[in-house]
């Protein structure tokens, strides 16, 4: 009983991990706009990735998605 307990879990721990996977979006930048985040994410020493996502979700928010 405690294998297929086991089993269980290991089946809902993948589903969970599942649906936390991360989706990708592709987008071309032109050059100043990649020099610009080059610089704000080493001069604030996060990565760019943190601040698209920042910027992607205030957009949202801002027209109401």
Not at 27 to 45: G, I, S, V
């Amino acid at each position: 009983m405690s294998q297929e307990e086991g089993r269980y879990r290991l089946r809902d721990l993948k589903r969970a991990h599942e649906r936390e996977a991360k989706h990708y979006v592709n987008c071309p930048l032109d050059y100043d706009t990649k020099m610009r985040l080059q610089k704000a994410a080493f001069d604030n020493d996060i990565k760019m990735t943190v601040i698209i996502k920042a910027a992607i979700d205030q957009f949202l928010r801002d027209n109401g998605y």
